[in-house]
């Protein structure tokens, strides 16, 4: 059974920093993709950053290009988003997921993902 826990959330201030992990347990093919997620109150989920695991492309979202990075360890089995600048507007529930194929086309969509985590509540003030 696949397992994924994140971890790392925290309240900042806008143009701080925080990273985000999640463990993940359990058989996952290896090549896929893993993405992180986001969800504020009273909004849809939302995909932030993907990744393959074997080719490490990775995809963003506009609003986050150039301030989150997202990488993987391999070995450990761990994902991570590094997050720099946060604004306001990044605030919401972040969620890590995977898929069980490699299509990447739709990797902003959460439907396209099985397995997911619990989620982490990131907070940013102004």
């Known amino acids: 059974q696949v397992q994924l826990v994140e971890s790392g959330g925290g309240s900042v201030q806008a143009g701080g920093s925080l990273s985000l992990a999640c463990v993940v347990s359990?058989?996952?093919?290896?090549?896929?993709?893993m993405g992180w997620f986001r969800q504020a109150p009273g909004k849809e989920r939302e995909g932030v950053a993907a990744i393959h695991t074997l080719r490490s492309s990775t995809f963003y979202a506009d609003s986050v290009k150039g301030r989150f990075t997202i990488s993987r360890d391999g070995a450990k089995n761990i994902l991570y988003l590094q997050m720099n600048n946060l604004k306001p507007e990044d605030t919401g529930m972040y969620y890590c997921?995977?898929?069980?194929?490699?299509?990447?086309?739709?990797?902003?969509?959460?439907?396209?993902?099985?397995?997911w985590g619990q989620g982490t509540q990131v907070t940013v003030s102004s």
């Open positions: 359990g058989y996952i093919a290896s090549g896929t993709l």
């Open positions: 997921a995977s898929k069980t194929w490699p299509y990447s086309n739709d990797w902003y969509s959460p439907s396209a993902y099985k397995y």
